[in-house]
């Protein structure tokens, strides 16, 4: 479990370095903690919709499970955010 951790993490420092790069405007994490629940639910299923892709493509498990750890780094970047939002601070993953 704990390497599944690390994995997702990694995800979620990833994404705000590509953020930071230029890549894309906001994390999901940054769309939850500014209200627009539909545009970082957006963003998850675009993730989703890449299992589903690569999976028809039929990709290789690496692959398929690369998909799966973004999912899970944009579901807990939005979990984040809600936390942030109801207690005033972001819990620690």
């Known amino acids: 479990m704990s390497a599944l951790?690390?994995?997702i993490t990694a995800e979620l420092s990833r994404q705000v370095t590509?953020?930071?790069?230029?890549?894309?405007?906001?994390?999901?994490?940054?769309?939850?903690?500014r209200g627009a629940y539909r545009e970082a639910f957006d963003v998850l299923v675009e993730?989703?919709?890449e299992i589903a892709r690569a999976h028809?493509?039929?990709e290789s498990a690496l692959n398929l499970?690369?998909?799966w750890v973004q999912v899970a780094a944009v579901a807990c970047s939005a979990l984040l955010a809600l936390?942030?939002?109801?207690?005033?601070?972001?819990s620690a993953i």
């Open 65 to 67: 499970r690369k998909e």
């Open 18 to 33: 590509l953020k930071a790069a230029g890549k894309f405007a906001e994390t999901a994490e940054d769309m939850m903690k």
């Open 83 to 90: 936390d942030y939002a109801m207690v005033g601070k972001a």
């Open 47 to 49: 993730e989703v919709g």
């Open 5 to 7: 951790y690390d994995e």
């Open 56 to 58: 028809n493509d039929s």
